[in-house]
């Protein structure tokens, strides 16, 4: 089992720091506590060979495309309880949403798999067919509800060769990176949240169009931006990554912690026009809100 006890020792200190938030963070309090408290002794970790590992990233497949865990619903329930309500809160037609997720889901009709992103369009039109269930949604319900399972089915499978991945997504699920920091050497780190993941990426290219061009990607400064933290975008396709180079930053927090602490700079980039492909609380907010003021 994954053990998120230090995970979640950053967070509370994290939230000593952030207290001007108020409770606007306490929806992943809730994720964390669950990914603390998670158990499914059902879940067998992947045993591929290094070889059949490798296989896979050259041909740019996801692990997850063609290895499917074994994982019990009801092993997701207790931690997806708590942010369905908490995400039902924010208005009456998440909440209508919500509930039709939640029918689906106990009728069988949907479970684990439809929360995966590698698992295709069949997966994704299961959710929009039994639950028209909003983006912002089901990326929430997601990045909440699976990385425990998903980080025990990888644990054995991690080693990726240097410079045996060249695509935007995740190795290991295909879900969409979520952080970007530059590491003491310079190189730059992309995490995935969904699984826990992190491998190192070309440093100018968009992780989400491949754009390539130098002058493609651009820093934008967020309002409230401390040293050393940046926002990334690119003008292509307009997607943006937070990030932080631990050069100027030696102490910052890993890059969860940075970047669920941080929605006051997805609030400013999504202001300017750009989009990130998991989620923020800042798509939480009403459209007229401003959580800096
Ligand atoms: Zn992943
Ligand atoms: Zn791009």
Redesign the pocket.
Known sequence: MPDYAGLCAEWQEMLTRRRAMGDALALWTSVLDGWRGWQDPGVEPLRWSAEQCRERWERGVPLLAEAVPAIAPESLEEILGPVMERLAAAGPDDAVALGRFAEAWDAGRIGPAALFPASGWAAAAALQDEAALPAHLAGFLAHAGVRPALETFFSLVRALPEGGWDRGFCPWCGGLPSYGDLLEDGRRRLSCHLCGSAWTAARLR?P??Q?WQSG?MVRLLGGGAEEGYFVEA?L??R?YLKGVDRRERWNAASPLVEDWASPHLDYYAAREGYWRGTPSLAQLLPPDSDPAA
């Open positions: 968009c989400f169009c754009a493609d690119c292509a396709c997607g």
